[in-house]
């Protein structure tokens, strides 16, 4: 057993982690971890710390800022401008850190019905590129502004001043207005990953067909 598995790739599945580290899982949903119940595809998959989104140990609460690039990259390839073989990515923890992959290709009639959409949507934002981007910076640069609008309040007071309750009560009080402007955070810092993504893996694309068509035109030209 031991040979076997010195000769493949670590399985997900069969890592240990230090004695300290005991409990971990309860930090995180359920989601996010290796299971059984997925253990299959799992396996198949190539997984490797992400050290770039991710590279100290995750606090429970700043998953939520991970889980948002995901949800946004994983739309924007798959479903917005229809990459053909692009399936996303998906995350995992171990321990306090974080996994992830890119998911494997959809099949060949999948492929095919977003090559179609890839082609009409994609060239045209390479060729009005200058005008959406005058348009993406307008929005993105509104968000910011909502975003520093958010007030949070400072202290919870002592007690409710006396005209939040009489001669009616109020209804809801500093204690809501806290989780209030928390919500409205995590909602625009969601949709600034929506935004974020709009232009990036595009742009990344563009790089590559660039290098393409370069290592074609002049054989042997240093990657630099």
């Not at 409990?23 to 490797?48: A, V």
């Not at 992400?50 to 700043?62: F, G, Q, R, S, V």
């Not at 990515?89 to 974080?98: E, K, L, N, T, W």
């Not at 099949?107 to 949507?121: C, H, T």
Request: proline share 9%; with cysteine.
């Amino acid at each position: 057993m031991a040979e076997e598995k010195a000769a493949r790739f670590p399985d997900p599945h069969e890592y240990q982690v230090p004695p300290e580290l005991e409990g971990w899982e309860e930090m995180y949903p359920s989601h996010y971890l290796f299971s059984k119940e997925r253990g299959e595809w799992e396996s198949n998959q190539f997984w490797y710390q992400d050290k770039i989104h991710a590279p100290e140990p995750m606090p429970p609460l700043d998953l939520i800022f991970q889980e948002a690039w995901q949800i946004s990259l994983s739309q924007y390839t798959t479903r917005v401008f229809c990459i053909p073989p692009a399936q996303g990515i998906a995350q995992r923890m171990v321990g306090p850190y974080m996994y992830i992959c890119a998911i494997a290709p959809p099949p060949d009639e999948v492929i095919g019905e977003k090559a179609q959409l890839f082609e009409k949507r994609v060239f045209y934002v390479f060729e009005h590129y200058n005008e959406l981007w005058d348009k993406w910076l307008t929005k993105f640069k509104a968000l910011g502004e909502e975003m520093a609008a958010i007030e949070i309040p400072k202290e919870l007071p002592k007690f409710v001043p006396e005209d939040q309750v009489l001669p009616a009560p109020k209804g809801y009080y500093v204690s809501y207005d806290i989780l209030e402007a928390f919500n409205k955070l995590v909602d625009q810092m969601f949709k600034g990953w929506q935004y974020h993504f709009e232009m990036l893996n595009l742009t990344y694309l563009a790089y590559l067909m660039f290098g393409d068509v370069t290592r074609k035109l002049f054989p042997g030209i240093s990657e630099s």
